[in-house]
Nanobody, 122 residues
């Protein structure tokens, strides 16, 4: 499992971004995936998780209705569509793989990708 997140950048408040996370491994379709974010000096925050099939999703209350997680197993990719972005969404966003999930607890995830910075200006 080798995860790589991309798609971050600078966006104005109210704007949208779509993050992507790709896996170079061969078993991507067998495990759940999640998105988290972290601000320097603060704890990592769960955002969204999706089952291996895509049939089950979970969201943090802070992003419910604004963010959407999806996956394309044919492309070994998971996405996070982020709409109505707010300055408080500024953080480093990371994807992770959960062999037993989907879980909302970061400590239960098995592999992590490098993050991508999202900055929302007011």
């Amino acid at each position: 499992v080798q995860l790589q997140a991309s798609g971050g950048g600078l966006v104005q408040a109210g704007g949208s971004l779509r993050l992507s996370c790709t896996d170079s491994g061969r078993t991507f379709s067998t495990y759940a995936m999640g998105w988290f974010r972290q601000v320097s000096g603060k704890e990592r925050e769960f955002l969204a998780a999706i089952s291996w099939s895509g049939g089950t999703t979970y969201y943090a209350d802070s992003v419910k209705g604004r963010f959407t997680i999806s996956r394309d197993n044919a492309k070994n990719a998971v996405y996070l569509q982020m709409n109505s972005l707010k300055p408080e969404d500024t953080a480093v966003y990371s994807c992770a793989a959960d062999f037993e999930g989907p879980s909302t607890v970061g400590a239960w995830y098995d592999y992590w990708g490098q993050g991508t910075q999202v900055t929302v200006s007011s």
